[in-house]
């Protein structure tokens, strides 16, 4: 597995997409066995640059989108996938979408054999948050996580020692309707239709690495604090998470 040399990976199966493990005719095992060896052929370590896997996931749990894969099938391999983080020693990349209270039973029983994670795309309470920070996980805050008032607030309380700040692009940008959007400074000359993109400028609707300075701006704004130690807590955050294994 390569890539360019500032670009990694993280290797598992999202809550929505769990049908995979047994669907046609599969068996989960042998699916669960496939993640474990691109996981292992993408820690391995060239000449050039380190291993390029650093996370299991995304995994977890969303109750919201129940459509895509039943409750009962997500809970089931989303426990499967924490082996994968077990025998790895790599962190967990993780999803929790209107489910917190499985999500953290299931996580609870895991977390002394786990070497910890990140739940990305936070939206969740303020209750829940102290739940996901009583089990000594990172919180990823982008676009998705500050939407309400309510969603600034909580993003507000995270402890720097404790926050990520991602994009989650394609998705979840900070839009002009979200309550955050008031403090975003940084802006972007866009396009309606990718056909007609150029050199500068963004295809609206389609979120991009570069806009990770809009979250930065919300929570700056929201928290009241310098940008600039936010963004380097969150910098230093995810270097001890996903990069504190110098081997690779």
């Known amino acids: ?17 769990c049908g995979e493990f047994s669907g046609d005719g599969t068996d989960p095992d042998d699916y669960l066995s496939q993640l474990l060896q691109t996981i292992q052929d993408g ?44 025998v790895s020693g790599l962190p967990l990349f993780l999803h929790c979408r209107d489910a917190a209270a499985d999500f953290v039973s299931i996580v609870s029983r895991w977390r002394d054999r786990v070497p910890g994670g990140v739940v ?5 309470s ?3 948050l102290c ?14 996580s500050l939407k309400t008032e309510e969603n600034l607030a909580v993003a507000a309380s995270v402890p720097l020692e404790r926050l990520l ?19 975003v400074t940084t802006r972007y000359q866009d396009v309606k239709k990718k056909e007609k993109w150029q050199p500068g400028s963004m295809v609206k609707g389609r979120n991009e690495p570069a806009c990770i300075v809009q979250v930065l701006e919300v929570l700056a704004g929201a928290r009241e604090e310098d940008p600039q130690i936010i963004a ?10 996903f990069f504190s294994d110098s081997s690779g």
Request: overall charge negative.
């Open 165 to 183: 700040l991602e994009t989650d692009c394609p998705w979840c940008e900070v839009k002009p309707t979200h309550a955050g959007y008031r403090y």
């Open 232 to 241: 380097k807590a969150a910098y230093d955050n995810a270097l001890k998470l």
């Open 43 to 86: 820690r391995l370590a060239t000449d050039q640059q380190r291993g390029v896997v650093v996370a299991v996931g995304e995994c977890g749990l969303d109750y919201a989108r129940t459509n895509f894969c039943d409750a009962q099938t997500q809970r089931t391999y989303f426990e499967r996938q924490l082996t994968l983080s077990e």
């Open 131 to 144: 739940d996901m920070l009583d089990l000594d996980l990172f919180v990823g805050i982008n676009g998705c």
């Open 1 to 17: 597995m390569r890539c360019a040399g500032r670009l990694y990976n993280t290797v598992g199966c999202h809550p929505t997409r």
């Open 120 to 124: 990305h795309s936070f939206d969740g």
């Open 126 to 128: 303020k209750q829940e």
